[in-house]
């Protein structure tokens, strides 16, 4: 099993302040992902990265940023958190090869924004 | 736009049961549909994939039923058990020819098993 870790796994600010979630993997994995999941439940992909200084952003539009400078760090940046940022952020990372669809998720970040 | 129907949004059951969750696509260039399961205050963890190249796949007791031209699939858990009690969700993905880790998830069924 692959090793991803993120932190903090709660978080609670006030508007307007700057917050980095952390995301990193043991396993080198070049492929990183991040989910955003809402209170409905359903997950949709924000960013991606398929290797260090490569990053896309998902389906689902967001105001956050993502920096891939290092293999196994893949950190989630809001400069400016606002209430409707409040949600369930989820860091993944993908085995290599071609076929591999296996994606091994962290804990989450539980962010909420007043 | 959704592109991925996922019902029922619950589920409950008794022990020994057989819950089904159903999904259907809107995409036909999707090729890979896997299925994760998540426990409160955990992550998703993959819990069986299918390839639209064969119509049933099953691990241990874990099912999944794939009808390419109705563009469904469906997840059959046989025997459940109370530790089965999660969050399911299905979820669809097209390699485009460089990754399968752009999924495309249903919206997630709570699934409940009595003792």
């Known amino acids: 099993e692959a090793d991803i870790y993120q932190t903090p796994r709660y978080l609670v600010i006030g508007t307007g302040k700057k917050i980095t979630l952390e995301c990193s993997q043991t396993?080198?994995?070049?492929?990183m992902y991040w989910y955003q999941q809402d209170p409905g439940m359903e997950l949709h992909l924000i960013h991606y990265?398929?290797?260090?200084?490569?990053?896309e952003k998902g389906d689902l539009s967001s105001e956050s940023t993502v920096s891939r400078i290092r293999t196994e760090h893949f950190p989630l940046t809001l400069e400016s958190a606002r209430p409707s940022h409040t949600s369930q952020y989820l860091c993944?990372?993908?085995?290599?090869?071609?076929?591999?669809?296996?994606?091994?998720f962290g804990s989450g970040t539980q962010l909420s924004v007043l | 736009q959704q592109q991925v129907k996922q019902s029922p949004q619950s589920l409950i059951v008794q022990k020994g049961g057989i819950p089904i969750i159903n999904c259907a696509y809107e995409?036909?260039?999707?090729?890979?549909f896997p299925w994760y399961q998540q426990f409160p205050g955990k992550g998703p963890a993959l819990l069986i994939a299918?390839?639209?190249?064969?119509s049933e796949k099953k691990e241990g007791r874990f099912t999944i039923s794939f009808n390419k031209s109705a563009k469904q699939f469906s997840l059959h858990i046989m025997d459940s058990q109370p530790g089965d009690s999660a969050t399911y969700f299905c979820?669809?993905?097209?390699?485009?020819?460089?990754?399968?880790?752009?999924?495309?998830f249903g919206q997630g069924t709570i699934l409940t098993v009595h003792p």
């Open positions: 993944a990372s993908q085995p290599p090869g071609p076929r591999s669809g296996k994606l091994f």
């Open positions: 396993m080198g994995h070049d492929k």
């Open positions: 990265s398929y290797g260090v200084n490569s990053t």
């Open positions: 995409n036909t260039a999707f090729d890979y």
């Open positions: 299918i390839r639209p190249d064969v």
């Open positions: 979820a669809a993905a097209n390699a485009g020819g460089t990754s399968y880790g752009k999924l495309t």
